[in-house]
């Protein structure tokens, strides 16, 4: 059974940082690809960033230059640095398994002076 427990989230300054954590078990994690969706209040889920197995990231163009996507695979975690964080970002964060098509059940970022 696949689990996705994301953790990191809550709130913080404009111009502040946070690190989300998506911890994975249930799959082979070294081959996995996984993904960082997020969905604010009344709109679409929508993409992020995703890592592939070999660690290759890709960005949505919303946050490039400000988030940063790693992994860990001796921890099987996928990690999301966020930076100069704005009040568009907020959002529930969702950590995806790109082979099985699970989610994670999602972490609230705030982001409010």
């Known amino acids: 059974q696949v689990q996705l427990v994301e953790s990191g989230g809550g709130l913080v300054q404009p111009g502040g940082s946070l690190r989300l954590s998506c911890a994975a078990s249930g799959i082979i994690f070294s081959i996995a690809t996984l993904g960082w969706y997020r969905q604010a209040p009344g709109k679409q889920r929508e993409f992020v960033a995703h890592?592939?197995?070999?660690?290759?990231?890709v960005y949505a163009d919303s946050v490039k230059g400000r988030f940063t996507i790693s992994r860990d695979n001796a921890k099987n975690t996928v990690y999301l640095q966020m930076n100069s964080l704005k009040p568009e970002d907020t959002a529930v964060y969702y950590c995806k398994d790109f082979i099985s098509a699970d989610w994670g059940q999602g972490t609230q970022v705030t982001v409010s002076s």
């Open positions: 890592i592939s197995s070999s660690g290759n990231p």
